[in-house]
């Protein structure tokens, strides 16, 4: 057995419980580990492919650090795989699963191509639970979030693998591209310099910041909510790339939680809507392109418009809107009470179709993820697996009194700060942005809400 094992890494890119490289080592062959710049990763939006080329690159120097290297190579997946085979003699293929159509249909595309001639192992990972796991009594999925949360709580999490430091290298390594030739920021132009200073890149930086998380854990159940403080985990970006397993995140907080940290339960119930989202699109594939719920199809959605581009912008005039479209264009995250007061105000006080939100999100998230997007924005929209669908329109003036009284959030991101310069400096020039203060509401907020509601009993009616 002295051909190696390939390890086709993707959202994977860390050492610690990691199946897919764990199974690898087992083999006992040496460890190739490969990325591939394949048309579906060439195809991802502006700042989760400048992400993932962060990504990428402070893994290969942990990879050099233990004496072994990330093979970079450019083409479809299949083809590329099959290549390094035939020119390493590799024997084996283990790689982690993901869960959305256009990763599934590349991975079956691959096992196919390369289950002749080595044996292709496909793991789970990405993921508390494999997303078809957890299934109700009778087999099928789970529509509302509430049951799924109980089903794997009852269920309960493995724990995570140990962490990996040592790679036996193979004789000899196949050819490399180079990194920065792939160039995955050019479509981030400026802003991605300034998005940088607020990413937090790589393995260990992401069990830093978890460590540091868990000991003001107990601010979390405020800070979910609250958008002035800085509370939440900011771990998303990382389980994005698979910096961090969601696994690790998990025992983090069961850890606390039986310690008796206050807030830890609630943790690890947002940590399970990642879950969910996953198990929803594996269920749903068409999750982030079609209406979850019947019917919708005919909502009178609006399409693209100079309104949403004022959204896109940060410039429709309700401040905390225009703050959070700032934070999203600058930092690359938004806080979640914000991504929802942002996202229903697109859909519902500007009745435009969720589908040109989602877009923008995935657009400039580093921590865009398909299936937690999709929900989401299904979710806010009042399309999607929610109980009190449409009817919830978030008023974002009486949210930011509540979510943001002492107005941090606001001044942070319209006043004269450093935040506020940072998204000067990273939008394009021919943005040319009015001064806050001066900006007329795209819509009055009883106007917006009647119209929306108004639209509903339309289509009910219809
Ligand atoms: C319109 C909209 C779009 C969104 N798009 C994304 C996206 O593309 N990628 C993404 O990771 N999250 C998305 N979210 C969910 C949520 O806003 C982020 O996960 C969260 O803000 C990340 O910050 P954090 O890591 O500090 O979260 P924490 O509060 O520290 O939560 C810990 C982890 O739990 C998970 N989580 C928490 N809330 C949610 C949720 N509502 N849905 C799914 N997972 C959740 C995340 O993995 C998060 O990192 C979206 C929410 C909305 C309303």
């Given at each position: 057995?002295?051909?190696?094992?390939i390890?086709?890494?993707?959202?994977?890119?860390?050492?610690?419980?990691?199946?897919?490289?764990?199974?690898?080592?087992?083999?006992?062959?040496?460890?190739?580990?490969v990325?591939v710049?394949d048309p579906?990763?060439?195809?991802l939006?502006?700042a989760?492919?400048?992400?993932l080329?962060?990504a990428?690159?402070?893994f290969?120097a942990r990879l050099?650090?233990?004496?072994?290297?990330?093979?970079?190579?450019?083409?479809p997946?299949?083809?590329?795989?099959?290549?390094i085979?035939?020119?390493?003699?590799?024997?084996e293929?283990?790689?982690?699963r993901?869960?959305?159509?256009?990763?599934?249909?590349?991975d079956?595309?691959?096992?196919?191509?390369?289950?002749?001639?080595?044996t292709?192992?496909?793991h789970?990972?990405?993921?508390?639970?494999p997303?078809e796991?957890i299934?109700?009594?009778t087999?099928?999925a789970?529509?509302?979030?509430?049951?799924?949360?109980?089903?794997?709580?009852?269920?309960?999490?493995?724990?995570p693998?140990?962490t990996h430091?040592?790679?036996?290298?193979?004789?000899?390594?196949?050819?490399?591209?180079?990194?920065?030739?792939?160039?995955?920021?050019?479509?981030?132009?400026?802003?991605a310099?300034?998005?940088?200073?607020?990413?937090?890149v790589g393995?260990?930086?992401?069990?830093l910041?978890?460590r540091?998380?868990i000991?003001?854990?107990?601010?979390y159940p405020?800070?979910r909510d609250?958008?002035g403080?800085?509370?939440?985990?900011?771990?998303?970006?990382?389980?994005?790339?698979?910096?961090?397993?969601a696994r690790?995140?998990w025992?983090?907080?069961l850890a606390?939680?039986?310690?008796?940290t206050?807030?830890?339960?609630i943790?690890l119930?947002?940590?399970a809507?990642?879950?969910?989202?996953?198990h929803?699109?594996?269920?749903?594939?068409h999750?982030?392109?079609?209406?979850w719920r019947?019917?919708?199809?005919?909502?009178p959605w609006?399409?693209?418009?100079p309104?949403?581009?004022?959204?896109?912008?940060?410039?429709?005039?309700?401040?905390i809107?225009d703050?959070?479209?700032?934070?999203?264009f600058t930092?690359?995250t938004m806080?979640?009470?914000?991504?929802?007061?942002?996202?229903?105000?697109?859909?519902?006080?500007?009745?435009t179709?969720?589908?040109?939100?989602?877009?923008?999100?995935?657009?400039?998230?580093?921590d865009?993820?398909?299936a937690?997007?999709a929900?989401?924005?299904?979710?806010?929209?009042?399309?999607g697996p929610?109980?009190?669908p449409?009817f919830r329109?978030?008023?974002p003036?009486?949210?930011?009194?509540?979510?943001d009284?002492?107005r941090?959030y606001r001044?942070?991101?319209l006043?004269?700060?450093?935040?506020?310069?940072?998204?000067?400096?990273?939008?394009?020039?021919?943005?040319?942005?009015?001064?806050?203060?001066?900006?007329?509401?795209?819509?009055?907020?009883k106007?917006?809400?009647?119209?929306?509601l108004?639209?509903?009993?339309g289509?009910?009616?219809g």
């Open positions: 057995m002295t051909g190696p094992a390890l086709w890494l993707r959202r994977d890119l860390r050492l610690s419980d990691h199946p897919a490289l764990s199974a690898a080592i087992a083999s006992g062959r040496p460890v190739l580990p990325f710049l579906e990763t060439e195809a939006a502006a989760p492919k400048w992400r080329g962060r990428l690159e402070v290969a050099e650090g233990m004496g072994s290297r990330l093979i970079l190579r450019r083409g997946a299949a083809g590329v795989l099959a290549e085979a035939e020119a390493t003699g590799a024997g293929l283990h790689l982690t993901l869960h959305d159509a256009p990763s599934r249909r590349r079956a595309d691959v096992a196919e191509a390369l289950g002749k001639r080595l292709v192992h496909i789970d990972g990405h993921t508390l639970h997303p796991a299934r109700t009594k087999g099928g789970y529509k509302v979030y509430t049951p799924f949360w109980n089903a794997l709580r009852q269920r309960g999490v493995a724990p693998l140990p430091r040592d790679l036996r290298a193979p004789a000899d390594w196949p050819r490399s591209d180079r990194l920065s030739d792939w160039d995955m920021g050019r479509a981030m132009d400026r802003g310099a300034v998005v940088n200073e607020w990413a937090t393995e260990e930086a992401a069990a910041r978890l540091r998380f000991t003001h854990l107990d601010r405020a800070g609250g958008m403080a800085r509370d939440t985990s900011g771990l998303s970006e990382n389980l994005t790339y698979g910096e961090i397993g690790t995140l025992h983090a907080g606390a939680l039986q310690d008796g206050r807030g830890a339960e943790f119930r947002e940590l809507w990642r879950d969910f989202a996953h929803l699109l594996w269920h749903v594939p999750l982030p392109e079609r209406n019947d019917g919708w199809e005919r909502f609006r399409p693209d418009s309104e949403a581009e004022a959204w896109r912008r940060g410039q429709t005039g309700e401040p809107v703050a959070a479209m700032r934070e999203l930092t690359g806080h979640n009470r914000a991504r929802m007061i942002t996202a229903s105000y697109l859909t519902k006080h500007l009745l179709d969720w589908r040109i939100g989602l877009r923008w999100f995935e657009e400039t998230l580093i865009w993820d398909p937690s997007n929900l989401n924005w299904q979710w806010v929209a009042g399309c929610d109980a009190s449409f329109i978030f008023n003036a009486t949210q930011a009194e509540r979510f009284p002492e941090r001044d942070r991101w006043t004269d700060t450093r935040e506020a310069r940072a998204f000067l400096s990273a939008v394009p020039r021919s943005w040319s942005l009015a001064p806050p203060a001066r900006i007329t509401p795209l819509i009055g907020l106007e917006g809400r009647d119209r929306a108004a639209a509903l009993a289509m009910r009616e």
